[in-house]
Nanobody, 124 residues
Framework: QVQLVESGGGLVQVGGSLRLSCAAS????????MGWFRQALGKEREFVAT????????YYADSVKGRFTISRDNAKNTVVLEMNTLKPEDTAVYYC?????????????????WGPGTQVIVSS
């Protein structure tokens, strides 16, 4: 059974930074793309970033491009989301997701396993 566990969320001031991590287990991590999504209160879940199986390709939502960086360590079965210059609109529960194959895009249906989420609050 695939398990994903996020960590690193918390409360940060506008303009600050946070580093989210996701630890994966249960299948060969290096075979699958990974993604981050987020869901703000009262809103639908939205795509944040994705990274392909070997880290050679990344893709970001326009709203976070230039501020967030996704990376992965296949030796440690982890994926990281570095978040800089945070804004109040970045406040959400952030979810790590494992894709169905080595490459994936921005659609949630491309991902078949999800973590429980970690809360990020950006205060102004």
């Amino acid at each position: 059974q695939v398990q994903l566990v996020e960590s690193g969320g918390g409360l940060v001031q506008v303009g600050g930074s946070l580093r989210l991590s996701c630890a994966a287990s249960g299948r060969t991590f290096s075979n699958y793309a990974m993604g981050w999504f987020r869901q703000a209160l009262g809103k639908e879940r939205e795509f944040v970033a994705t990274i392909n199986y070997n880290g050679g390709r990344t893709y970001y939502a326009d709203s976070v491009k230039g501020r967030f960086t996704i990376s992965r360590d296949n030796a440690k079965n982890t994926v990281v989301l570095e978040m800089n210059t945070l804004k109040p609109e970045d406040t959400a529960v952030y979810y790590c997701a494992s894709a169905q194959g080595p490459n994936a895009g921005h659609n949630s249906w491309e991902y078949d396993y999800w973590g429980p989420g970690t809360q990020v609050i950006v205060s102004s």
